[in-house]
Every structure is written in structure tokens, then in C-alpha cells.
């Protein structure tokens, strides 16, 4: 039986009966009609239940009421068609055998492998230019829909310009590559392969025309010019169209890549460009305000001589080469600054996975995140941070959906080199990423090997609930407190409870679990974190030996254990699967100092800094190296230069005091330390340092002051075993500091920041501190 209804939802949507006329009725009810049948046409056989209807179209309305809305609206259309237009009870869909419509039809001929078909039938975007005033569901449901009916649109268009080009038919291939252009015509990629096709059909006057038109639309609609290669190809077509050289058919153009079909891992990023959305600056958080505040200090600071020239000894920046790029963090445009989190976690996991591209240099996040919201030419950014490439745009999500715009550009005359926008369901987001490393690898001439293209398309986990959780946890605002800390560590818990198998998720438990062995809460203790931390770090490892994360973690817990062999092995595992990570660096540095090679934490810190030039604590590294190799009047003025950024270096005085005690200026060293305590703070690294260095400058009633308080605070925690030790070793009483070097290592209270061994110099000469080395592991002088 021939349908006796068709609906239409490309283009206009309108439902058509053997006259040709709309036969729902004018009953001011028309449009919700035919959006319900629209939804049932476009969800085929699988149908959709009445509770998922009822949310698209009566989202804020009781369930009983929107259950008797439903009944009516099917009621009513039943009456107006006079026919059983649905199939099903609780799941509904459309009755074939009355009513048919181009989306299923335009669905089958895909599932069949007839992308002709296909294109002949979509005759404009799904349902364009239809709305209905008040059900935002249904608005948000017909945006994805629209966006994913036109990815199949262009995918099918890619593979037929393929099989054009491939046959040698460049004036197919031609016109179907104008119909792509036609769906974004800022997409580079749609422009160079209509330019390219319509060389190869030796139409150079047409390639012209359109590469200037190409010109002027990126111009007006991004406020650049094009990118260099779009740029060569523009000069190639100027150059052909004077000489009117015919290309012989078949053959590909000269001084150009041939045009080849597309693979279907590269049509799907084809099949997913959009006009760019319009870059807006959303209101920040309160503690993204804090790190804002930090980028305008470390512009001023860091961007200057001082750190840009080379001195000696010191490992000079690399120079700017093509194959070296920034991330900027993304724009979150979603509307929600709860979602600040998500876009500034897509922006470092991108530059994740860039790094993985051999031979290209990538930012680390501290220095391309100081640049956010920021109106310094893209030339000036690319120069303080010695890169020829900036990756810039915006994310946007909108329910289970979101858009990523990004934009490639060329730091030498902020041209862009290529542009795209994927409009995809959020749990498509880690092909998204893979998809843009892999147009950034090809845009900059880097060849993608077996290992690597597999580690870009690489997944942490198949649960995209708990990958929000875990961008949450891992926003580095949440280390600034204990409160905040804990908040991290739940994210992380609620994340690992979706998916138990989600490594990174246990790295960082493991990791928040390691912040809070000095907290104060009640139901923690230094030990009991340490053991959590402890089982949460091997648990990332076993689940994922390839992720570095799990592996610095891991040498962190091993470190505060004493255990620095098994430490150092992990964080260089960590640092060969991800060498741009700045942070691994200088925990790598610390297990330097801890066996007594100052040299090698010179390195690590220089590299650091190169990967993260504007990174204050890098900064502050390789100020504590050069105090640590002899050279204190160079370290000191490179932390003098940091104080200030703003918020504050945590570690600012901490490592000016040690600097200080390297020269034995004892009192230099007290006034870098904040003094007289904060009343219910807990005791840390610098009170021990401060009671060390007053002991030593004969303020030894101060100094047992401070004692007291961290004698008092291990009776409670049992934790800061070495930090008395310390506290011991400045008062010269001997016996005590070996008794609490001791039980350091007995229960796992290594504080790394003071990991200076400078300060037992004293003990050296008694035959049990050649004990404690053995024990822990440090080499000999």
C-alpha cells in the first residue's frame, strides 16, 4: 500500500497528502503537530517511548498533565488524518503504511551504502528555520539532530567526491565539493578541495574565483587572512590561470598534495564543520579570577629579559620553529560557569594529546593558560612563549551535546592555517580531540606513525559522566586549600564509581589523598592517607601502564615511603610517555636533592621551564637549583623576581630561606619565613625551617617554641616526623634528630619540599646518619 501522507523535515518542514496541501488543520496547534511527527520520523524503528516525548515537549510540566497532553496531541492528529498514523503503545513510531518522509528514507539509503540516494534527498538542514516558542527540550533535541543529519549529509558527499576524483571526473567532483562549501564556507578544508578539483578540471578561472572569494569570507566572517598554505594554493591558481595551462585530466596538480578519496577516519572531521561560532567572554569563576589576576603578573614578569636571554649555565629557550604550538584555554561558552571546568579540562587534555605527536614542541598549561581572556596580539603571545603556532577557539555545551570551534594559527602574521567546528554528542569528545591533533599534525607537516595515530584516538574512559567528574577534580584551583582539596578527591570518588576501571581517576585520589596527609580533618590520618594513597596509585598503574599520570603519582607516593630508586624509575616512565609535562619535571628534581644530585635537578628544572616558560613554580625550581649547585646570588635574584606574581608562590620563602641557610645567613633566612604562625594553621615545612634557622642564630627559645607546637601535632596526627628532625638538627641535639629521622622512615612522613640535606650537615660525621643513608637510599658525596 502506497503511503497516503509524506512528510517533509529537510528544509521546510510540511506534511503533503495526494493534493499537495498540509492537512493537519489551522487549529494554532499546527506546528507541535508536525514537530511530533518529525521527532517519530526522525527516530525510525526504534520509535520513542512516551516518557521521552513528554520531556521534549512538556519538560516542566507534571507527568500526568503532560501524559494527557501527549494522549491529546496523538488524538488530534489521528482525527485530522483520519488514519492510525502510530505504531506502538509505550513506544511509539510513525506507521509506514500511511505516512512516509524523506529523513527515513534519506536513513535507509545510508544504511544500504547508497550515499547518492542519500544527497539527492536532504534538501536543506533538518527541519530549518522551525522552532516552537516554548519547549526548549524539543529546540535543543532539533539542533543535535540537525547537526548529525548533516555529518551524514557531508560524509556522503565526501565519499562520492572521492569516487569522482578517483575516476578522474574532476567537474563531479567539483560540483559535489561545492555542495560541501556550501554547508560551511569558511571551512579550509571544503575550500581547498573545491579549488584543487576545479584545478584538476582545468576550470582555473573558476579555482580563482572562488580561492578570492575564500579570502574575502575568512576576512569578514574571522578577522584574518588565510592561512600559508591556502595562501600557496591561492598563488598556484593565480599563477595557472595567467598561463591557462590545462592539467591533463586525471593527473594531480603540481606543487600540491593530490587529491585523493577521503578515508572515512578523515571524512568524519569533514562531516563536522559549522560556521565558527562568535568567541564570547564569560564571567570567570572565583578562583579562575585568582589564576587571571596570576596571568597579568607572570606577562609582565616572566615576558621580559631576564627569562628570554640565555646566561650561563643555564639552558637557553629553544628558538621558535614550525613544529612548536600553544593551546590558549578554550572559551567556555555554555552559558553555565559551571561548565569553566570542562572547557579549561578539554583545553589541557588537547594538550595531552598533541604531545604525543613526535617532534612537535607543545606549552605546557600554566604558561598558554596565562594568556586566557587576554587582548595581547597572538604574534606577542606566540613570541613570549617561543612558538610559531597558537591553537585558539571555543566550547560550547548544550545538554548531552557540544561544539568545539578551533582555529589554527600561524603566530608569523596571525593568518589562519585551518579552522573547524565539530558539533558532536559530548561522549564523542575524545575523537574530537584526536581528530584535531591529527589536522594539526597534517597542517604542520608531521608524519603520524603506527603508535602514535593509535595513542590519538586512544580513550581513558567510556564513561563521559565520569570524565566531567574527573575535569572537575582535576582543576588545580582545588589544591589551594584543604576544603577544596577534599571537594577534588570526591570527584574523583564519584567518578571512579562509574567506572571502575578509570586509571586517571584513581591517580588523582591517589594524588588528593597525598595533599591531605597534613589536614586536619577528623576522620583522616597522615598514615591512613598515605596507605590510600598508596593502593589508589598502584591501582592507576595496573589498570593503565601507558598513562603517565598514574606513573608520577606513583613516584610521589614512593618518594614520601623513602623509597627513591622505586620513585625516580617511576617518574622517568612518566616523563618518557609525556616529555612536555612541566610538573613531573620538578618532582623529578626533588628526588635530586633527596640522593644528593644537585646537577641533575639543574636539568630537569631548565627543561621544565622550557616547556613551561611562564610557569612561576618552574621558575622557582630552577631558583632553588641554582642555590643548590653554589650559585646563590643567581638564585636568589631569580626568586626575588617572583614575588610578584600573584596569588602568591607558595614555595617563595620556603626556598629563599633555604637559599639563605646555603650561605649560613641565619637570620636572612628567619626573615624570608613568615613569622609568629597563623592561629589554627596546621605546622608545615616553613615553620620547621623558621625554628631551624633561629635555633642557629641563637633565638633558641623561639625555636622550642615551634617544636612544641609540631610535638603537639604529631601526639595528635602522628605525622611531621621529619620535620622535628629538622627542629633538632638546627637546636644541635643530635640523639633527638636521628630519633625522629628514624621514625620518618618508619612512618612514611617525608616532606618533600624540605628536601634539603644540607641542614643534617652536622650529622655527617657521626656513624649513624651512614645508617639512615643506606637505609633510605641516598648516594654518597
Not at 4 to 13: D, S
Not at 288 to 313: M, N, Q
Not at 561 to 581: S, V, Y
Not at 619 to 631: I, P, Y
Request: hydrophobic share 45%; aromatic share 8%.
Amino acid at each position: 500500500m502506497t503511503p497516503g501522507f509524506r512528510l517533509w523535515t529537510f528544509g521546510t518542514l510540511r506534511l503533503a497528502g495526494a493534493a499537495d496541501e498540509t492537512v493537519l488543520g489551522d487549529h494554532g496547534h499546527q506546528r507541535r503537530r508536525l514537530a511530533f511527527l518529525a521527532v517519530l520520523a526522525a527516530s525510525g524503528q526504534q520509535g520513542r517511548s512516551r516518557d521521552q516525548l513528554q520531556g521534549l515537549f512538556w519538560p516542566d510540566v507534571p507527568q500526568a498533565r503532560a501524559r494527557h497532553s501527549l494522549d491529546q496531541l496523538m488524538y488530534a492528529i489521528r482525527t485530522s488524518l483520519d488514519a492510525e498514523v502510530f505504531v506502538g503503545t509505550n513506544r511509539l513510531q510513525l506507521n509506514p503504511a500511511f505516512v512516509s518522509s524523506d529523513v527515513a528514507e534519506f536513513t535507509s539509503a545510508l544504511e544500504r551504502g547508497d550515499p547518492q540516494a542519500a544527497v539527492e534527498l536532504y534538501r536543506g538542514r533538518f527541519l530549518d528555520g522551525f522552532f516552537l516558542s516554548d519547549a526548549a527540550e524539543f529546540d535543543q533535541w532539533m539542533s543535535a539532530e540537525s547537526a548529525r543529519f548533516e555529518r551524514s549529509y557531508t560524509d556522503a558527499l565526501e565519499r562520492l567526491a572521492g569516487i569522482a576524483e578517483s575516476s578522474g571526473d574532476f567537474a563531479e567532483a567539483a560540483r559535489l565539493r561545492q555542495k560541501l562549501v556550501d554547508t560551511d564556507p569558511v571551512s579550509s578544508k571544503h575550500a581547498t578541495g573545491l579549488i584543487r578539483a576545479l584545478m584538476n578540471a582545468g576550470d582555473h578561472a573558476a579555482a580563482l574565483r572562488h580561492a578570492e572569494r575564500y579570502e574575502a569570507i575568512v576576512a569578514q566572517e574571522l578577522g584574518t587572512s588565510v592561512g600559508p598554505g591556502v595562501a600557496a594554493l591561492v598563488a598556484e591558481v593565480r599563477e595557472r590561470s595567467k598561463t591557462d595551462t590545462v592539467v591533463v585530466r586525471g593527473a594531480a596538480p603540481p606543487k600540491s598534495r593530490p587529491v585523493a578519496p577521503v578515508a572515512p577516519q578523515a571524512d568524519e572531521q569533514a562531516a563536522n564543520t559549522e560556521r565558527p561560532i562568535t568567541p564570547v567572554v564569560e564571567a570567570p569563576r572565583r578562583h579562575t579570577r585568582a589564576y587571571a589576576i596570576a596571568a597579568i603578573a607572570l606577562a609582565v614578569v616572566f615576558v621580559s629579559a631576564w627569562f628570554l636571554k640565555p646566561r650561563s649555565g643555564d639552558r637557553p629557550s629553544p628558538p621558535a620553529n614550525a613544529s612548536s604550538i600553544a593551546v590558549l584555554p578554550l572559551t567556555n561558552l555554555s552559558g553555565d560557569s559551571r561548565d569553566a571546568a570542562l572547557a579549561d579540562g578539554i583545553s589541557e587534555e588537547l594538550i595531552g594529546v598533541l604531545a604525543k605527536i613526535e617532534r612537535l614542541r607543545v606549552v605546557a598549561r600554566t604558561s598558554a593558560f596565562g594568556f586566557r581572556n587576554s587582548n595581547i596580539d597572538v604574534r606577542r603571545i606566540a613570541d613570549s612563549l617561543h612558538v610559531a603556532n597558537i591553537l585558539e577557539g571555543s566550547v560550547q555545551k548544550v545538554g548531552g551535546r557540544i561544539r568545539v570551534q578551533v582555529r589554527l594559527v600561524d603566530a608569523s602574521d596571525g593568518s589562519t592555517r585551518w579552522s573547524e567546528t565539530y558539533d558532536r554528542d559530548l561522549r564523542e569528545i575524545f575523537e574530537v580531540q584526536s581528530d584535531i591533533a591529527s589536522e594539526v599534525a597534517r597542517e604542520l607537516d608531521l608524519r603520524l606513525g603506527s603508535g602514535t595515530a593509535a595513542a590519538l584516538r586512544r580513550r581513558t574512559t567510556q564513561n563521559i559522566a565520569a570524565y566531567e567528574l574527573y575535569l572537575r577534580g582535576a582543576d588545580p584551583a582545588l589544591l589551594r586549600s584543604d576544603s577544596a582539596a577534599n571537594l577534588a578527591l570526591q570527584y574523583f570518588k564519584q567518578a571512579v564509581a562509574l567506572d571502575s576501571t578509570y586509571a586517571a581517576a584513581h591517580a588523582g585520589i591517589a594524588r588528593m589523598y597525598l595533599r591531605l596527609r597534613q589536614s586536619d580533618f577528623p576522620w583522616s590520618s597522615a598514615r591512613s592517607n598515605y596507605e590510600l594513597a598508596r593502593k589508589a596509585s598502584l591501582k592507576a598503574v595496573a589498570l593503565d601502564d601507558s598513562l603517565a599520570e598514574a606513573h608520577a603519582t606513583l613516584g610521589l607516593v614512593r618518594m614520601v615511603a623513602f623509597d627513591f630508586a622505586g620513585a625516580e624509575r617511576e617518574l622517568k616512565r612518566a616523563i618518557a610517555i609525556d616529555p612536555g609535562h612541566s610538573r613531573i619535571r620538578e618532582w623529578l628534581s626533588f628526588i635530586y636533592y633527596l640522593t644528593d644530585r644537585p646537577g641533575n635537578a639543574m636539568i630537569e628544572a631548565n627543561r621544565a621551564v622550557e616547556n613551561d616558560p611562564l610557569s612561576p613554580s618552574a621558575h622557582a625550581e630552577v631558583g632553588r637549583a641554582l642555590c643548590a649547585n653554589g650559585r646563590v646570588a643567581e638564585g636568589l635574584a631569580r626568586l626575588n623576581t617572583l614575588r610578584t606574581v600573584q596569588p602568591p608562590l607558595g614555595r617563595l620563602g620556603l626556598y629563599t630561606a633555604l637559599c639563605h641557610t646555603m650561605n649560613k645567613d641565619w637570620a636572612a633566612a628567619a626573615a624570608a619565613l613568615p613569622q609568629g604562625g597563623v592561629a589554627g594553621r596546621e605546622h608545615n615545612s616553613a615553620d620547621a625551617l623558621l625554628a631551624y634557622s633561629l635555633a642557629r642564630s641563637g633565638r633558641r627559645r623561639e625555636a622550642l617554641a615551634i617544636l612544641d607546637g609540631f610535638q603537639n601535632q604529631w601526639s595528635r596526627k602522628k605525622d611531621g616526623a621529619h620535620l622535628i628532625a629538622v627542629i633538632y638538627a638546627g637546636l644541635g641535639n643530635r640523639d633527638r634528630s636521628f630519633e625522629w629521622l628514624n621514625r620518618a622512615v618508619d612512618d612514611a612522613s617525608l616532606n618533600s619540599q624540605l628536601a634539603n640535606w644540607h641542614l643534617f650537615d652536622d650529622l655527617r660525621g657521626d656513624p649513624r646518619y651512614a645508617d639512615f643513608e643506606r637505609r633510605v637510599g641516598i648516594q654518597k658525596r
